[in-house]
């Protein structure tokens, strides 16, 4: 049972950073009050490199990878490689491409490359579909972090997480508060890391670069174990690693609010730069996320603690929490990275919210249902769809099917296996056309959903195509039955051929 | 199905789009930077993983390359938790240089 007492000073501290991000976001505005994707003066890549990792950043970087770590110890790597490694797919594969092509959302760009309103359609559902099994992840992580500071058993805490969130969604969009994520990742990354320098401390370990201090704990921790509790296949296989991290890159690459950051940079040298300083920015974070859970378990080990399996994974998505708490820090700087695991998820839950609403009211409520609606009706259907959106996940969080980190996975196999494949292709190969691209996109959508819908009746479906890292095969054969139909269906138009070639693919 | 030949001249003229059939110039001295680091990303972080297996002594993957220590951690956990995301960094740089420089070589001769 995780429930305890009210922490007062982490509330506090909760609601008053919270008040102090819409007081900054009122500040950010510009004198016009008009509303810009990206502040209206230049940043410099280093600054776009910080809202990029800021947008990043979220239950699953600060909880979920501490606490797949604390579980399953080097297996963990592969989340860490995956979820950095995608960047440098993205980077030369398709980040400045997407850029030329001159869409601001994947589904305008899928409508733009393929022509087909069905492709838009379809691309817009699965991005919602994608939006959802994310924002479950970020709910869970809400869910547990309102339960250690408010005392709450878990379903309350989800359901006064949710309020707050929603709260603080209305209040910042009725104040027109803008996200200064340039000071939403510098907040994160302080509250996460000063605790953990603390910890290090309080361990006995080199604090000052807690990053590299774990590794003497990882060795005291092999010396209990006899070398076994660090050995790599201990809870998964080298097959298992491998799609899993595969399937992470590629979902990076695919996923459509990562996408959407190169939409809105004012110049193409500046997005290019941009993802390199991200990359830098988000690998502080997944330096440090490991060593937390590895205090953790030395911890344990140290004071002869031999928790059992079901409270071990009851725990592990909040071992970051613990191993602040168990080093015996104060309950305000144990606080501290509690914020940093509820202001990310906040803030990805509202980027999921609002691009999943987008979707629905842009792509598919306006393009197919009311192609008259104005944009007040457009609004007023986004309004609602967030709404619900926020509902429907509620519903699946409240029993939630997984770890963050593992729920998370879930949302990059659907984006690496439809997404990636589409977008990739749709910039790289002038012959791909709309049968094509619409075919990829359903075969990715099954290959992503019978492991998890099927899965306890075919055991062997789930060794070939692992829930979480079903784009390793999935991912390839969506490519080569895009490639086989585009190639059985008659060539796109000649103008968008030419306007590849001409727009996206020169200098 | 007939084609104009005039339409058809422009077409064969302008050329395509082909990740593994990159026009000469421009395109194909970065699709062939291109593979140069895409084969760097997945040798180092895939080829790692295959060689644990290879050197494996027990299902468990234990092996000198996890008993061997270096920065204070053991090998693979440095390899793959330190070393992987600085190797990622490094090959966003390299790309970024190559792209700049090549874009600035490009746009001159226009």
């Known amino acids: 049972m995780l429930a305890e007492h009210l922490k007062l000073a982490p509330a506090l501290l909760l609601f008053a950073v919270l008040a102090l991000f819409i007081i900054v976001g009122l500040a950010s505005r510009t004198a016009k009050g008009e509303y810009y994707l990206v502040s209206g003066r230049s940043v410099g890549s280093v600054g776009i490199g910080a809202a990029i990792a800021s947008n990043w950043m979220s239950a699953a970087s600060i909880l979920g990878i501490a606490g797949i770590f604390y579980l399953q110890g080097y297996f963990a790597f592969a989340y860490v490689i995956g979820w950095t490694g995608g960047y440098v797919l993205l980077l030369i594969l398709m980040g400045g491409q997407i850029r030329r092509f001159g869409k601001y959302t994947a589904p305008e760009f899928v409508e733009a490359r393929y022509e087909s309103p069905i492709a838009r359609v379809l691309s817009a559902s699965i991005a919602i579909l994608i939006s959802l099994v994310y924002c479950v992840a970020q709910y869970k992580g809400v869910g547990l972090v309102f339960s250690w500071i408010f005392g709450l058993d878990y379903i309350p805490s989800l359901l006064f997480g949710t309020a707050v969130v929603i709260s603080y969604l209305v209040l910042s969009g009725t104040l027109g508060a803008l996200r200064n994520q340039r000071f939403h990742y510098t907040v994160l990354i302080l509250c996460f890391i000063l605790p953990l320098v603390l910890v290090a401390r309080k361990m006995g370990f080199f604090w000052l670069v807690p990053q590299v201090g774990y590794g003497e704990a990882l060795q005291e921790i092999a010396f209990h174990a006899d070398n076994a509790g660090t050995a790599p296949w201990l809870h998964g296989t080298p097959y298992q690693w491998i799609a899993l991290c595969f399937t992470l890159m590629v979902g990076t690459a695919g996923l459509p609010h990562v996408l959407s950051r190169f939409y809105t940079v004012p110049n193409i040298r500046d997005a290019r730069w941009s993802v390199m300083w991200g990359l830098v920015f988000i690998g502080l974070l997944y330096w440090s996320a490991p060593a937390y859970a590895t205090f953790a378990k030395l911890w344990e080990l140290r004071h002869g603690l031999v928790t059992d399996p079901a409270t071990a994974k009851a725990i592990a998505d909040i071992i970051v929490i613990k191993a602040a708490e168990w080093a015996g820090l104060p309950v305000w700087i144990t606080g501290i990275v509690a914020l940093a695991a509820i202001l990310a998820a906040f803030s990805t839950i509202t980027g999921l919210l609002i691009t999943g609403a987008g979707a629905f009211s842009y792509d598919i409520y306006y393009q197919l249902i009311n192609p008259r609606a104005t944009e007040r009706q457009r609004m007023i259907v986004a309004k609602i769809t967030t709404l619900v959106l926020a509902m429907l996940v509620l519903i699946v969080a409240a029993n939630p099917p997984g770890l963050i980190a593992e729920i998370t996975a879930v949302a990059f196999a659907l984006a690496g296996n439809t997404l990636f494949p589409i977008f990739l292709l749709g910039i790289w190969w002038d012959r791909t056309n709309k049968q094509g691209a619409i075919a990829g996109m359903l075969l990715g959508l099954v290959v992503t959903f019978i492991p998890l819908l099927l899965g306890p009746w075919l055991p062997w479906l789930t060794a070939i195509l692992p829930p979480t890292g079903s784009a390793l095969i999935g991912a390839p054969l969506v490519i080569l039955v895009t490639i086989g139909v585009s190639l059985l269906t008659p060539p796109p138009p000649d103008r968008i051929r030419r306007f590849l070639l001409e727009k996206v693919h020169t200098p | ?110």
């Open chain 2, 1 to 110: 199905m007939t084609q104009d030949p005039s339409s058809q001249g422009q077409s064969s003229s302008q050329g395509r789009v082909n990740f593994f059939r990159p026009l000469p110039g421009f395109m194909r001295k970065k699709v062939h930077y291109i593979w140069i680091l895409l084969a760097s990303w997945a040798v180092f972080t895939f080829g790692f993983q295959f060689i644990l297996v290879l050197l494996q002594e027990g299902p468990a993957g234990c092996s000198q390359l996890t008993t061997t220590r270096f920065l204070g951690f053991p090998f693979h956990y440095w390899f793959s938790g330190q070393f992987l995301i600085l190797w990622f960094i490094l090959l966003c740089l390299l790309y970024n240089l190559f792209v700049d420089k090549l874009t600035n070589e490009y746009r001159k001769r226009k």
